[in-house]
């Protein structure tokens, strides 16, 4: 299985070789989505890839080391009052996570496919899409 998760990074736990542990430790495939990390801490998004009671152990370890986890879904959010469909983002979604349904004239938001890569929150004219990582 896989998930996409956004790990919050505290100055103590920025030099814990997480990702290494992971693969290691862990058996997981490890895909660094987005990354914002210094000395005094940060974010990343990870997609992690390996049966689900290794994810499961792995999410365990990063907690236990520190490091807060959350799903992507809490992430990135679109504001569907804000949103007027107007497909400016479709187009330049990498991942198809925001898409134009062609009966409903709607662009939907599909939270599963998105990466976090943040190019849509510019292209988008109300500032209807927002990355809280
Ligand atoms: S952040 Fe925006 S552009 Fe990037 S994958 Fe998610 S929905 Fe698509
Ligand atoms: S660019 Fe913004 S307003 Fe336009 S469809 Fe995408 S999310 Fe909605």
Redesign the pocket.
Known sequence: MKTKVVLNFSPEAVNNPITHSLIVKYHLLVNILRAEIDEIGGKMVLELSGKAEDIRKGIDYLKSSGVGVRPIKEG?RRDDDACTHCGM?VS????K??VLDLKTGKVT?DEE?????????DACPPRA?E?LI
């Open positions: 990135v983002c330049i979604c990498p991942t996570a925001l938001f496919k998105c990466v976090a890569c943040g190019v849509c929150i899409m990355i």
